[in-house]
C-alpha cells in the first residue's frame, strides 16, 4: 500500500544552524525557511537524490514540534512520510488493522499542499507516521 518515502522529518532547535550543517558539512542542497503558521513550523526543506529531509523549527505558541523538543531538546527525527495513492482508502485499511489514525481521522492539507493524515507512533514501533497523498 504505501509508495516512496516522501520525507524525514527532524525537529531541530536552531533552524539557521541545522540547515548550515546539512548544507555545509553535508553538502546538500537546502531550500530557504518557509514559515507554514498553519502548522506551528518554520521549515527548511533539504533535496537529495532520492527523497527529501525537512528541518522543522517551532513556529508560534502551541507548536507541536515545541513540545517534542521539551523531551528532546537536542532536536531529533520526528516522523517519516509515506506516499499512498488513496489516503481514504488507506486509513480505512489501517483502522480494520487497528491502528489509530490521530486527529479526528479526516485528512488534512499539510506542508506540500496535499492530504496528509498521521499514525500513532505507539501502534508503529515508536515512529510517527505521516501518509501523504500524491
Ligand atoms: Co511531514
Known amino acids: 500500500m504505501i509508495g516512496r ?7 531541530v532547535p536552531d533552524l539557521a544552524a541545522a540547515t548550515g550543517l546539512y548544507r555545509d558539512a553535508l553538502g546538500a542542497s537546502v531550500s530557504k525557511p ?18 527529501k529531509v525537512e528541518l522543522l523549527e517551532p513556529l508560534g505558541e502551541g507548536s507541536p514540534i515545541g513540545k517534542f523538543l521539551e523531551s528532546s531538546p537536542a532536536g531529533g527525527m520526528h ?17 480494520a488493522e487497528g491502528a489509530r489514525v490521530l486527529g479526528d481521522g479526516q485528512p488534512k492539507i499539510g506542508a506540500h499542499g ?5 499514525l500513532h507512533p505507539k501502534d508503529f514501533v515508536g515512529t510517527l ?3 501523504e497523498q500524491v
Open 79 to 95: 516522523h517519516i512520510c509515506y506516499e499512498v495513492e488513496d489516503i481514504l482508502a488507506a486509513r480505512d485499511h489501517l483502522k
Open 114 to 118: 496535499k492530504p496528509v493524515l498521521f
Open 5 to 11: 518515502l516522501n520525507h524525514v522529518a527532524i525537529a
Open 34 to 51: 518557509q514559515p507554514l503558521p498553519e502548522h506551528g513550523v518554520t521549515v527548511v526543506f533539504v533535496e537529495l537524490p532520492n527523497s
Open 129 to 131: 507516521v505521516e501518509l
